[in-house]
């Protein structure tokens, strides 16, 4: 198994959590970027970087999963993406994102583009809580036990 991470927009405190359990449990861990990262030193971390464009990273990511990879995103579209190769999709804020809820957030992704672009202000997601970096570090946690007992 292998984590993919959509690294330009994930967050600085969400990677060190990933270095951190990329190491403990000794998976491979790739983030994706369209410009240089910066990686702890580690047999177990790398970044690739790819040339800027819409959904350049995003795309190189499915081209590379595999069945059961996780990717770490917010993006619904690459998500949904994830989950339809047979990888596993987990937002920043700590949801996983599967099979039975990807529909319900591409929707609503959907909705809220098609307001924005009537003009209506729906403004940005909120800055990243305490709350949501435990929810995300307890997340992958379970993730990866469960993964390590099968």
């Not at 994930?10 to 910066?38: F, G, M, S």
């Not at 690739?48 to 995003?58: K, S």
């Not at 595999?66 to 987990?90: C, F, M, R, S, Y």
């Amino acid at each position: 198994m292998q984590i993919w991470v959509d690294a330009d927009a994930c967050p600085a405190v969400i990677k060190d959590i990933l270095y951190r359990a990329a190491e403990r449990v000794k998976c491979p861990l790739t983030l994706v970027a369209n410009h240089p990262l910066r990686t702890p030193p580690s047999p177990y971390i790398k970044s690739m970087q790819v040339p800027g464009g819409f959904d350049v990273a995003d795309n190189r990511i499915v081209e590379l999963l595999q069945t059961g990879d996780l990717v770490i995103t917010a993006d619904i579209p690459l998500a949904a993406a994830a989950i339809e190769k047979g990888g596993h999709a987990l937002n920043p804020r700590g949801e996983l994102y599967t099979k039975d809820n990807i529909r319900e957030r591409l929707t609503m992704r959907n909705f809220m583009g098609e307001l924005r672009n009537t003009g209506v202000m729906t403004g940005g997601p909120a800055a990243l809580s305490l709350s949501d970096r435990q929810a995300f570090a307890n997340q992958l946690d379970r993730f990866l036990t469960r993964l390590q007992k099968t």
